[in-house]
Structure formats: C-alpha cells, structure tokens
C-alpha cells in the first residue's frame, strides 16, 4: 500500500489541458477567503462527492471544510469548533466506507478524527491519546492488516506514537517508540527500503539528521539515520525524479535550502542534491508548469509569499518565481480546483486568517480527450 503525503484524492477530469509547444502553465494571482481562526494546515480532495475538489482547513480554535464550485472558487460549509489548536489535517478512508474522513493532530487532545457523512459534513469529533504535545501525523497500514493507522510525533515527550486502527474509525492505546532527547517535529511514509512494507522517515529540532523507521515483512522495525547538511524542518515523500521510486524532499529553516533524498531501486539513497529555497513553513510538489517534470512550492516564513522552483526532473531546480500570498503563509495543498486537468494550489496564511488559492494557466491551451 503506497501512500501519498496527506492521502489527497484527486478529481479526474474528462478533458485535460496541454500547453502549446514552447509555452508554460503558471499558477496565476492569488484570490482569497477569509478563515478566522490562524489556519496552519490544509487538505484537498473530495469531501461531498460531486466530482469537485474541496478544502479541509485546520487552526488554532476550528476545523472548517471549504467546498469546491468547480471553477476555482470555495463557499463555506461544515465547521466543527474545538479550542485544542490543530497543526496538521489530513483526508482519507478511515472507516473503509468508501467516504473521505478527516484526521487531523490536536497539541491538546492528540489524534482527532471526523467520520464523513459522504455529504460533505462530518460526525462530531473523536479523540485518541498520543504522547505530549504531538505536532505531526501520518497515516499507513503500518502493521499490514488492511487497516489504517495513525503515527504522530510527540515534541515535548520525545517519541512518537503508533495508534493502530480498526477499521471502523477508532484507534487503540498508543504504542510509543522513544527517541531520546530528539524532538520530532516531521513526518512522511514511503516504502523507503523497497521492500514492500512502508516506512517512516521523521526530522527533530536542530537534529543534522533524518530519522527512519524501517518495518519488516515480519513487522520488526529498524532504526536508521541519514546525516544531512542542514537542520530539517519539514518531510515529503514522493517521487520527484519520474522514475516510479518514492524520494524524500526536505525543507530547512536556518538556511532556506531543499534537499531532495533520491532513492534508487533497491532501497538506498543514490543522491542528494541541495538547492536554495526559502524558510519554509509548508511544501508542496507536483507539475506546476506542464512540462512533465514535478516542481516544488514553498510557503516562505519570511514573507507573505509563495516560493515556485521549477523541476528540471532530475532532482535539481531552476530559478525561483514568486507569487503573493497573505500574511504568514503555512500549510499548502494541491488539487484540480476548476477541472482543467492542471494542478492549483490553496495556502493557509496563518496570521492573516485567511486562504490563498493560486489556479493555474496557461497563456494558451488546446484542449484533447485523455483516456482515463
């Protein structure tokens, strides 16, 4: 069971849009909605089930869902409110049902988890205890059942959690793994080591090394780490080279660099190429440009504004464009928001309590059916 960082569903389109030879796609000026509340993380995919991407959207006091009309823009719907400040929300099947769920890491009550209605509206909140202060989550099938889990990273007790599900949507007792003085402050899964089984890459404050977590066939887990010439912040696995292999991308505060982790085909890292970036408090990657090469974008720290480092498909980056966002830009999502086949982009601007959302053009496109 691959997974993809925050388990987004995409809307497949009947019509995808291609770029005349010589021209690029962009993600265009930023429009906005308002989300009182410091929103600090951000999901895609679609919570009502009517072939239109949505937003989940997480802050310091609510949980608030965004739906999609299909050309771009949001109108508010379901909200729940509970003061117990979230830092990161993701979408996915929970309870099997074939609905969108939402979990989401509360730094007050650990894991909290909405069961989706298929309606776009949620059932009221449940929680699951982690370990103290949890600021990160992932989601897998970390013991091979067919079923969800949930691991979260625990800052101020230094270790972090695995809360096995059941299926239906609950969760058992956390099971922690100590870390020592590490503070865990970043998650991702892939299957790293190649073995079919998915693993667990994590980053601790000030920490000039990526942590793994490896599982077994047999379940038995392996500890690993990976130095690194910068202090990680935040972790994504995807496969950012195009040759069908999870990598790791990495993103630092005290240097503003990306680093991209390239894994090679029997589990190894084969390179591990740096690039200038930004301080960046969110990433996010996917063909931005249309020209079959994945890109990254940066939510800057340092400024209200989104960083765009073009993909040269080999690891590597070209020169940085830059888009303006609201105050405080944080966690970022993709998805299709108005069924042109391109991929867009939504921010949350924490301290402008607000949503950016980026749709991307191209100056001109011929439209052609893709067989689906």
Known sequence: MMLRDGLVVFALALFGVVPMRGEQCALGAATSFDFPGAPQSIAAADLNRDGRIDLAVAGAASIAVFLGNGSGGFVAGASVFSPNYFDQILIADVNGDGKPDLAAVSELKGLTILLGRGD??????????????????????????????????????????????????????????????????????????????????????????????????????????????????????????????????????????????????????????????????GIAIADFDGDGKRDVVLSDANEPRIVILPGSGDGTFGTPSYRASGTGPFGLATGDFNGDGRPDLAVANLLSDSVSVFVNTCPSSRRRAVRR
């Open 120 to 281: 776009g509206t949620f059932a009221e909140p449940a929680f699951f205890t982690a370990g103290a202060r949890p600021i990160a989550l992932a989601l897998g099938d970390f013991n091979a059942d067919g079923k969800l889990d949930a691991v979260l990273a625990n800052f101020n007790s230094s270790d972090i959690s695995f809360l096995f599900g059941d299926g239906a949507g609950g969760f058992g007792a956390p099971q922690n793994l100590d870390l020592g003085n590490a503070q865990p402050q970043s998650l991702a899964v892939g299957d790293f080591d190649r073995n079919g089984t998915i693993d667990i890459a994590l980053s601790a404050a000030g920490v000039l090394e990526i942590g793994f977590i490896l599982i077994g066939a047999d379940g038995n887990i392996s500890p690993e780490t990976l130095p690194v010439n910068w202090p990680p912040h935040l972790l994504m696995a995807t496969d950012i080279d195009g040759d069908g292999i999870t990598d790791l991308a990495m993103t630092n505060h005290s240097g503003s660099w990306v680093s991209v982790f390239r894994f090679s085909q029997t589990g190894g890292v084969g390179a591990v190429i740096d690039t200038r970036g930004a301080s960046a408090n």
